[in-house]
């Protein structure tokens, strides 16, 4: 398994296809005429299409043994949403000469296929594998292949990729509502989160990951960097979002909610933390740990909280 893979010899097979095995049997037919009747012009005929078929199976071979295949970055998604994969089509190094024609992509065990044509696509190549649940999926095999350039042949090789994806929880929209720790004892008070506009409290240094929107752009203009206005949270202690006790058939049911508290309260730039009983993220607030908490989300495994 890797990355990207140079097609050579030992990866890519090749055999007649439908249509080829059909004009193999013309010139078994033309070759049994010629010879019957002692027809030449049969015969040579004959010949050449046999010439032609060997010379096909060379230049099919060389024109696919010029790929080199590669996978892009994939983002993460959510349950139900397809996953897109980007598949970068390059020639080996030091190859002078393009490959042409057509190529089919289809993943292992699947009907559906793309098609693109090599002389005229513009990289990268869109792959989409539909999801049904959260957990991390594998990329799996990918059959390429190729009959260019009379259809005579199929030059075809499977490929697979080092390459896995998260798929969130499908967020489900709810109450929003965090556990504060008190600072006076160990108690926590659950506490709802209402929305307001908190009190200007200064500047800071923007990060990547800072809404726009609190971005200091007068700052900005007199040439003094990129900062970002930092409010005063009307809350003093961070709070926590804990999976509550439930049935194993409801479990999805508050992941999704849990997903989408974490996705609401990381663009309000609350800091939180996330309690999934055997799994504990310490309360932060960014892009980071936005995509910690998805991430530890999408791979909870029921039976060890249970």
Request: contains cysteine; glycine residues 6%.
């Amino acid at each position: 398994m890797a990355r990207s893979f140079a097609l050579d010899l030992r990866s890519i097979f090749i055999f007649p296809s439908v249509f080829g095995g059909l004009f193999l049997l013309l010139c078994l037919c033309l070759f049994l005429l010629g010879t019957n009747y002692q027809n030449n012009l049969m015969l040579a005929l004959c010949f050449f299409l046999v010439a032609l078929f060997l010379i096909n199976l060379f230049t099919s071979y060389l024109n696919f043994a010029r790929l080199k295949i590669s996978l892009g970055n994939t983002q993460h998604v959510y349950a139900g949403d397809d996953i897109r994969f980007a598949i970068w089509i390059s020639q080996h190094s030091g190859e002078e000469n393009t490959a042409h024609g057509k190529l089919q992509f289809r993943f292992w065990l699947q009907k559906d296929s793309i098609e693109v044509d090599v002389d005229s696509t513009q990289n990268p190549i869109w792959i989409t594998l539909p999801t049904r649940r959260r957990g991390q999926y594998s990329m799996p095999r990918l059959t390429v292949s190729s009959y260019y350039p009379l259809g005579l042949y199929r030059c075809w090789t499977h490929l697979l990729f080092d390459h896995s994806t998260l798929v969130y929880p499908k967020p489900v929209p709810c109450e929003m509502a965090l556990d504060y720790l008190s600072e006076d004892n160990n108690e926590s008070e659950s506490h709802a989160i209402t929305r307001g506009h908190d009190d200007f409290d200064g500047l800071k240094s923007y990060q990547l990951g800072d809404p726009l929107y609190h971005v200091a752009w007068k700052q900005v203009a007199k040439g003094q960097g990129m900062v970002s206005k930092q409010f005063s949270s009307s809350q003093s202690s961070s709070g926590w979002l804990r999976l509550l006790p439930c049935s194993a058939d409801n479990v999805e049911h508050k992941l999704g909610q849990l997903c989408f508290m974490v996705n609401q309260l990381s663009q309000q730039q609350v800091t939180f933390g996330l309690d999934l009983g055997s799994v504990q993220i310490a309360p932060d607030s960014g892009v980071h740990h936005q995509e910690a908490c998805l991430a530890a989300l999408a791979t909870f495994t029921w039976g060890k909280h249970a």
